[in-house]
């Protein structure tokens, strides 16, 4: 059974640029969050998606945003990169919106961004 | 705002030594409380939850955790610690009800614990 699979693991971009990352979320799961893990800090809520549409949002400005496709994989893109926005990233998938809610998130291990 | 506190950054331990790691949350209403791990290498784990009930919840590995609503407190604890339990634990709260915050699990800064063999 194959969990949450991310990619890539690790990108290097420079100030500016664009940066895609991708996640297939477990097998039979259908809810897609991402949380952005800067060093030394918890994972901090980007947003969810569900139905492929953006169903709740964190304190992240519009340059993030993400996409859900019919066979519920997800991307998040990250527009005008800053030194800041160097972190781990990661995606997490639910049966649902409530999977989160109740705790049943399963994590990928993460795309390490580095900004130069 | 919402947040969670987790009080040491870094504890190191001996192999059969008793272990408590310290969650604090800031949020009057009701709320679910969680505990992750990362093992090296790893993704995040759940590794126990609290929604209601017994305010002692036994999670996996012989770890529990204790809900103190006055202290807004939900401490992890285990008798005695082995080398495979080195770990990143993050605490976690998801507050208010489900129709308000289904995908925003707040996390605390985590806690590396070491255990000496």
């Known amino acids: 059974d194959a969990g949450v699979t991310q990619s890539p693991t690790h990108l290097i971009k420079t100030r500016g640029q664009q940066v895609t990352l991708r996640c297939s979320p477990k097998?039979?799961?259908?809810?897609v969050s991402w949380y952005q893990q800067a060093l030394g800090q918890g994972p901090q809520f980007i947003f969810q998606?569900?139905?492929?549409?953006?169903?709740q949002r964190g304190n992240f400005p519009d340059r993030f945003s993400g996409h859900q496709f019919p066979n519920y994989s997800s991307e998040l893109n990250v527009n005008a990169l800053l030194l800041g926005d160097s972190a781990l990233y990661l995606c997490?998938?639910?049966?649902?919106?409530?999977?989160?809610?109740?705790?049943?998130?399963?994590f990928g291990e993460g795309s390490r961004l580095t900004v130069l | 705002a919402q947040s969670v506190s987790q009080h040491n950054h870094h504890v190191i331990l001996s192999e059969a030594a008793s272990l408590e790691l310290g969650c604090n949350y800031s949020?009057?209403?009701?709320?679910?409380l969680f505990w992750y791990v990362q093992y090296p290498g790893q993704h995040l784990q759940l590794l126990l939850k609290?929604?209601?009930?017994?305010?002692l919840v036994k999670g996996i590995k012989g770890f529990e955790a204790e809900f103190i609503k006055s202290k807004f407190s939900f401490n992890l604890r285990k008798p005695s610690v082995q080398w495979s339990d080195t770990a990143e634990y993050f605490c976690?709260?998801?507050?208010?009800?489900?129709?308000?915050?289904?995908?925003?699990?707040?996390f605390g800064k985590g806690t590396k614990l070491s255990v000496k063999p």
């Open positions: 097998s039979g799961h259908d809810t």
């Open positions: 609290y929604f209601s009930g017994d305010p």
């Open positions: 949020y009057g209403g009701t709320v679910n």
């Open positions: 976690a709260v998801n507050a208010g009800d489900y129709g308000g915050s289904q995908g925003n699990l707040i």
């Open positions: 998606y569900y139905e492929e549409e953006e169903r």
């Open positions: 997490a998938s639910s049966l649902g919106p409530s999977g989160s809610f109740i705790g049943e998130l399963f």
